[in-house]
């Protein structure tokens, strides 16, 4: 069963749309980042994103490998999505940047990005 969606960062600036499983898999990731932000994530396949507003006003930040793509506001600074590296073929969407009212019933599994090579490897 699938449910659309719908969220953005802090001041409204970014928008975006989403069709997602109505109970997906998520994963809490401790990282450098991600426990620092906050971010929970709702893996969506791009095809089943749509981007409604701010494409100009986000502004993009990578490190380590260089390979995900962190996109913040550049106006409120909220990470509402990003291009992970582990999932190449989808956006990692922030859960606690949906909007309220959303019917998912997420199954949320520990990621430990602290030892992402290893982590990894256990997603298959």
């Known amino acids: 069963m699938r449910s659309s969606i719908s969220g953005g960062c802090h001041c409204g600036a970014v928008r975006f749309e989403a069709d997602v499983e109505k109970a997906p898999a998520m994963l ?5 980042i991600c426990a620092r932000t906050g971010f929970l994530h709702l893996f969506v396949p791009h095809q089943q994103f749509s981007l409604q ?3 100009g006003d986000l502004t ?12 913040f506001c550049k106006i409120c ?4 999505f990003y291009q992970p590296k582990s999932h190449p073929e989808s956006w ?20 430990d990005g602290q030892n992402w090579e290893a982590a990894k490897a256990k997603l298959g």
Do not use: M, W
């Open 77 to 80: 600074g909220v990470k509402s």
């Open 53 to 55: 507003k701010g494409e």
């Open 60 to 71: 993009s930040y990578r490190f380590g490998s260089g390979q995900a793509n962190h996109l």
């Open 92 to 111: 990692s969407v922030n859960y606690n940047c949906l909007d309220t009212g959303h019917d998912l019933q997420p199954t949320i599994t520990k990621f």
């Open 28 to 32: 809490d990731c401790n990282c450098s």
